[in-house]
């Protein structure tokens, strides 16, 4: 379908090899340069009236209907409660170098929103804080070929989706809370332990602070997923035993079912599931280790772990009704 939808576009535009031209015979910055004078066009040609009904019928400029006051209380919180845990806080840019997504995943380009000026909105803030964990790691390995320090970052941001979701009131934009805990193997899998119990710890009192500003939180599991064949899974049971000590009413339990996300992680990934108080379970964080630092850097030492929690979903679907 797509092939036949360029095809279509290269005799519209009398050129054969269009996509060719444009990926591969043009600059950069002269691709840049042709875009933005093809959308200065354009956009000369919208109306008052025009751009009224685009804005009601555009998917991705509709805001959206949680309550700003609460998303922003729920952050500013969580913001104070990552700082004691030792996150520094990252405001990130709407946008990110093109590729950020692709080069580091599997992630198809159709689903980021990439724009006119060899950029793309971000579509998810765990890989740019990894970008920004990297180039922190790099600086240290600079001075140190063997430093250990680990760089735990963590940010509040609104994503943009470029995939159709064909679900009732879901919007191709939303805000997340990423965290990342990046830095240097420890052997013996330490590191991996020390990172994942470390980030599982932080969720879960992130919910917990969700609770005492009213959130209707019912039922919280947690359920991880061993990636390494079962060569990990004793360190990874020992991990869920000591969250199982602080957090005694949150369930743990290794899921060995879960499809989603292999390939994308590595050694081992996780879900956080929250019950709302009419009984309806739903995905509130997902996070896994993962390689994007080491081909960053270009050094196989390099460790990394993120995950984000759908602060948005957790505002919309657990506040109580007013």
Not at 57 to 68: G, I, K, L, Q
Not at 184 to 204: I, M, N, P, V, W
Request: hydrophobic share 40%; aromatic share 6%; charged share 25%.
């Amino acid at each position: 379908m797509e092939d036949q939808l360029l095809a279509r576009v290269a005799r519209a535009a009398g050129v054969a090899d269009l996509v060719s031209v444009l990926a591969d015979r043009l600059t950069p910055t002269d691709l840049q340069s042709l875009m933005l004078a093809v959308y200065a066009v354009r956009a000369d040609r919208v109306s008052p009236a025009d751009l009224l009904a685009s804005y009601e019928r555009n998917r991705f400029a509709s805001p959206s209907a949680a309550d700003p006051q609460l998303l922003a209380r729920f952050d500013a919180a969580a913001f104070g409660l990552l700082g004691e845990l030792g996150y520094g806080g990252v405001e990130l840019s709407p946008v990110s170098p093109l590729g950020t997504v692709a080069a580091v995943t599997e992630v198809s380009q159709h689903k980021v929103l990439t724009t006119g000026r060899n950029s793309e909105v971000l579509a998810d803030s765990t890989n740019v804080l990894a970008l920004e964990s990297a180039a922190r790691r790099r600086d240290l390995l600079r001075r140190d070929p063997r430093n250990r320090d680990r760089v735990r970052l963590c940010a509040s941001h609104r994503l943009v989706r470029g995939q159709f979701f064909d679900r009732p009131g879901m919007l191709p934009h939303f805000r997340l809370l990423a965290l990342t805990t990046a830095g240097r193997d420890e052997g013996s899998f330490r590191f991996e332990t020390t990172a994942l119990t470390e980030q599982l710890d932080a969720h879960l009192r992130l919910l917990a602070e969700g609770r005492r500003q009213g959130l209707l939180i019912d039922r919280v599991r947690v359920s991880v997923t061993d990636l390494s064949q079962g060569i990990r899974r004793e360190a990874l049971a020992s991990v869920l035993d000591r969250l199982a000590a602080r957090h005694p009413v949150v369930g743990f339990a290794f899921d060995d079912e879960r499809e989603q996300g292999r390939g994308y992680y590595e050694d081992a990934c996780f879900f956080i599931h929250a019950t709302t108080a009419d009984g309806d379970e739903l995905l509130i964080t997902d996070g896994g280790f993962t390689d994007w630092t080491q081909r960053l850097l270009s050094n196989a030492k390099e460790r990394l772990l993120t995950s984000g929690a759908g602060t948005e979903r957790l505002i919309t679907r657990f506040a109580p009704e007013s």
